[in-house]
T-cell receptor
Framework: AQSVTQLGSHVSVSEGALVLLRCNYS??????LFWYVQYPNQGLQLLLK??????LVKGINGFEAEFKKSETSFHLTKPSAHMSDAAEYFC????????????FGKGTHLIIQP | DTGVSQDPRHKITKRGQNVTFRCDPI?????LYWYRQTLGQGPEFLTY????????KSRLLSDRFSAERPKGSFSTLEIQRTEQGDSAMYLC??????????FGPGTRLTVT
């Protein structure tokens, strides 16, 4: 079964600093991978996705992620954090094969220090 | 494109009561999903529909839970004989085959 692990339930960075949120997946078949953001009392918004092709994926709001098969990782980065980036971030995987629901990690709460 | 909508946004109920939530997907989306999210956790898949057919159910979906999508448009999720452990955010998502899932704002259920 697919599983997704997010390292660090809370990450704190200073405004303007690099953001790095970690995600590892477990699967014998390279999955489709996603990063979602959730603001308080709201649903999830897709930041970016990896399906096939280029392993460096660019998303909205300046975020990007790199799929590394050898490390089974899909870490999310942003060069310069902004106060508005403070939110909950979820990594998710979909491996197809008849199992159509997304498997989510537990989430990482990103805190931006002024 | 008005997005995925869910109703109600908040529901407080007493243990043992039945509750029903509604989800209206993006109009042309043929697939509809229900997830449950408890505090401090990521969403957990419950079930999904392709048009009106319910194609997959998680083991989390006990026999107290039932979902329908009668005409392949909106969907309802009913919980019978609610328990305190059912308190959670219930999220609905929809997509076209091959596309990404778009999530609604969720219904927050509190069972007292």
């Amino acid at each position: 079964a697919q599983s997704v692990t997010q390292l660090g339930s809370h990450v704190s960075v200073s405004e303007g600093a690099l953001v790095l949120l970690r995600c590892n997946y477990s699967s014998s078949v390279p999955p489709y991978l996603f990063w979602y953001v959730q603001y308080p009392n709201q649903g999830l918004q897709l930041l970016l996705k990896y399906t096939t092709g280029a392993t460096l994926v660019k998303g909205i709001n300046g975020f990007e992620a790199e799929f590394k098969k050898s490390e089974t990782s899909f870490h999310l980065t942003k060069p310069s954090a902004h106060m508005s980036d403070a939110a909950e971030y979820f990594c998710a995987a979909y491996s197809g094969g008849g199992a159509d629901g997304l498997t989510f990690g537990k989430g990482t709460h990103l805190i931006i220090q002024p | 494109d008005t997005g995925v909508s869910q109703d109600p946004r908040h529901k407080i109920t007493k243990r043992g009561q039945n509750v029903t939530f509604r989800c209206d997907p993006i109009s042309e989306h043929n697939r509809l999903y229900w997830y449950r999210q408890t505090l401090g956790q990521g969403p957990e898949f419950l079930t999904y529909f392709q048009n009106e057919a319910q194609l997959e159910k998680s083991r989390l979906l006990s026999d107290r839970f039932s979902a329908e999508r009668p005409k392949g448009s909106f969907s309802t999720l009913e919980i019978q004989r609610t328990e305190q452990g059912d308190s959670a955010m219930y999220l609905c998502a929809s997509r076209l085959t091959g596309g990404e899932q778009y999530f609604g704002p969720g219904t927050r259920l509190t069972v007292t």
